[in-house]
């Protein structure tokens, strides 16, 4: 099973071993780590491979929202420990570890990973049928401070934004579209539905202030959109 998201697939990655299989319909949800170091993607994944099969991760968020699939859905790969927020789930089993590279335990993502990792969500959520609540932080599993703060604000504020589009009408979320592609923020097809290049062209044009190159009413449409009111 494949994403339609640009991901980068790197080929020789450093094995410790082979991962065990999981059936992709087993997936229920995403757990957000955070990699709480500098080190790169594969310094990272080498050093993984000592002690696993290979980067524990699915898939890695750098700085600059490139995003890395290191493995496939069906590899059920060793991302956490713990017990699953409700019954009958598993953490590996059942859930795609990705991780931000990055210490976010006091300091949020910066912008472009941000818009990657709400862009990857919503592509999870429909390649794999997810629940729009089933994104949670590695310290929901366990006792631990990841994904730090900084993780934990943008689950919260991915779930919060899901559940407030979710009023909204299709016309209006058309009409941003429309705005946006005239500013050069690519949306994908002005079909009125709040999907993952919609989403990530919204909180681009936000975080770069485009609003203010627009006629009043365009702002006024990207500020309900945000606001889902």
């Not at 932080?137 to 919060?160: D, M, Q, W």
């Not at 050069?184 to 936000?206: C, H, K, M, N, S």
Request: net charge neutral.
């Amino acid at each position: 099973m494949k994403l339609g998201y640009p991901v980068v697939h790197p080929r020789d990655l450093p094995r410790g071993g082979d991962w065990s299989k999981r059936r992709a319909h087993e997936i229920v949800g995403v757990t957000l780590h955070h990699t709480a170091s500098d080190l790169a993607f594969l310094p990272t994944a080498l050093y993984h491979s000592t002690s696993a099969a290979g980067l524990k991760y699915t898939f890695w968020v750098d700085y600059d929202g490139t995003v890395v699939q290191a493995t496939s859905l069906q590899d059920l790969v060793t991302h956490s420990s713990g017990a699953a927020p409700f019954p009958f789930a598993m953490p590996n089993t059942h859930f795609v570890g990705v991780a931000l590279r990055g210490d976010l335990s006091m300091a949020a993502p910066p912008p472009a990973q941000q818009v990657a990792v709400r862009w990857l969500w919503a592509e999870l959520v429909k390649t794999l049928s997810l629940g729009p609540d089933m994104l949670f932080g590695h310290g929901e599993f366990r006792a631990t401070e990841c994904p730090g703060e900084g993780g934990r604000a943008l689950v919260r504020s991915i779930i919060e934004s899901g559940r407030q589009v979710r009023h909204l009408a299709p016309t209006t979320i058309r009409e941003v579209q429309v705005d946006l592609e005239s500013l050069g923020y690519e949306t994908g097809p002005l079909d009125g539905l709040w999907g993952p290049r919609t989403r990530a062209a919204v909180e681009l044009a936000t975080d770069e202030d485009a609003t203010r190159g627009m006629t009043p009413r365009a702002a006024w449409r990207i500020a309900k959109l945000k606001s889902g009111g």
